[in-house]
């Protein structure tokens, strides 16, 4: 008897991947206030094997217990009303996983209250936009409950595909899919703007648009791509009415917030995302440019593109790092037993940041077969030195031409400072002490004493 899906929400995201579960032989039952666009998607579906209601009471009715129903519409409060509905017309041992952008808080939360009503419950991140959806997203699930064979299933027989398996994840927690997801996004920003900082190098490179999307296309031969890098090529050597795309688009960018999630959860932590918190702010300060009488001008500079090449790998292997640091950090913290291998795998295909380097780091975790942390690998701090000098070098071309590099530098300096044997620290301490008593450790010590400064 083949199986059967009910969806909330049939937005962009949710029609997709009810088609993908259609295309994969699964009855889809959707939910949808507008029966034209239940219709529409019934018509465009091609295995005549998708049903829709416009009533939720009807829509749960026609879906056999026990139901997997997957919620598909914007997180906050649309997920939160929709869910809360959906409890009262489930029965125990149902499960209502949530397919939205949820920050991992509001997963764990709605998980315990589907617990109290014996309905499981999934935080399921969706990573790969609508074509991702469409044909093979990266899923990151997080449950306190076990998941049925049948839905894990259903849900393998959509996602992205790997020369390793299934590109989902299954992690112990409510909101530990979501935590994964809202890394992966805060990661994504990060990369995106290294990509916006290289353009601007090229761009006062006097490199054509083109020379600088052949530069990006190059980097697919020598096994140091990116989904965003491929389509960073393809962006800007679009042309439209003669002119390119590019060229006319307004240089402000905007965010729905989950990179901001990542940064704000990073500093509730006490955590170093500098990278990522520098691409988050990037994007705010887009909307504060020439604020002052003069407007400057960066000056011409040339370019070793072999060096820039290797910038744009150190800084995105510097931020992957301190991503990968976080999440094991919140996994330490909550006991979570999240496995990075698991984590890179869950990556490898159908998300935004899917990547050689991805590939890369996944490949050295197989060779040594470890649960030590990123940062107790030599190989990959290998990758990291091999690479310095010419991170360095652009650093220093960029400061002379006053170029702006927030996350390519922030990446150099988080490896400095987590590595360097100096850290200028101690006069913090001593100043805090000094004008507010506030106490420092001598070396060796773990007493906090108060010196006497005057
Ligand atoms: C994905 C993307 C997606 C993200 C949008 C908007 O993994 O498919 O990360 O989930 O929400 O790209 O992101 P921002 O508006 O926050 O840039």
């Known amino acids: 008897m083949s199986e059967t899906i009910g969806i909330v929400g049939i937005g962009v995201m949710g029609r997709n991947i009810a088609l993908n579960f259609s295309d994969n032989d699964i009855n889809v039952v959707v939910f949808n206030k507008s029966k034209d666009k239940i219709d529409d998607l019934i018509h465009e579906g091609s295995k005549k094997n998708i049903s829709g209601f416009t009533s939720l009471n009807e829509f749960v009715k026609n879906i056999e217990s026990p139901r997997n129903i997957l919620l598909m519409v914007p997180s906050g409060e649309a997920t939160n009303s ?71 299933s259903m849900i393998k027989s959509i996602s992205a595909k790997s020369s390793y398996g299934d590109c989902v994840g299954v992690y112990k927690g409510y909101g530990t899919g979501h935590f994964i997801k809202m890394l992966h996004n805060g990661i994504e920003y990060a990369e995106m703007q290294i990509l916006a900082e290289i353009y601007s190098i090229l761009k006062s490179s006097n490199l054509s648009n083109i020379e600088i999307s052949n530069f990006f296309e190059s980097l697919k031969e020598k096994n140091q791509s990116s989904y965003l890098i491929e389509i960073s090529s393809e962006i800007i050597k679009k042309k439209t009415n003669n002119e390119y795309l590019i060229d006319t688009i307004k240089p402000v960018a905007n965010n729905k917030g989950t990179g901001k999630l990542t940064v704000e959860t990073s500093l509730e932590s006490n955590f170093p995302l500098p990278s990522i918190y520098e691409a988050f702010n990037a994007r705010v300060e887009s909307h504060f440019q020439k604020i002052w009488p003069k407007v400057t001008h960066s000056k011409n500079l040339n370019v070793d593109l072999n060096k820039i090449e ?14 990968i640091l976080f999440i094991e950090h919140f996994s330490n913290k909550e006991s979570l037993e999240i496995k990075i291998p698991e984590v890179l795998q869950n990556w490898l295909a159908g998300c935004i940041i899917r990547s050689d380097l991805l590939k890369d780091i996944k490949e050295i975790y197989e060779e040594i077969s470890t649960d030590s942390s990123i940062v107790e690998i030599e190989e990959i701090q290998n990758q990291l030195e091999e690479k310095l000098d010419d991170i360095k070098t652009t650093i220093n071309k960029a400061v002379e031409s006053q170029i702006a590099l ?49």
Request: aromatic content about 10%.
């Open 82 to 152: 929709v869910a809360e509905e959906l409890l009262d017309l489930l029965d125990h041992d149902d499960v209502l996983i949530d397919g939205g952008n949820s920050f991992y808080k509001d997963s764990l939360e709605l998980g315990n209250k589907c617990k109290k009503k014996k309905i499981r419950f999934v935080g399921m991140g969706v990573s790969g936009g609508e074509t991702g959806a469409r044909h093979g997203p990266a899923l990151m699930l997080g449950t306190g409950d076990n998941i049925p064979e049948n839905l894990l």
């Open 310 to 323: 290797n910038t744009i790998y150190f800084a995105r292997l510097s931020t992957l790092i301190q991503g």
């Open 406 to 454: 927030p996350v390519i530098y922030s990446s150099y300096n988080w490896y400095i400072n987590s590595s360097n044997n100096f850290n200028p620290s101690s006069l913090i301490q001593a100043q805090r002490d000094f004008f507010g008593a506030h106490m420092v450790q001598l070396l060796n010590e773990d007493e906090f004493i108060h010196l006497d400064w005057v």
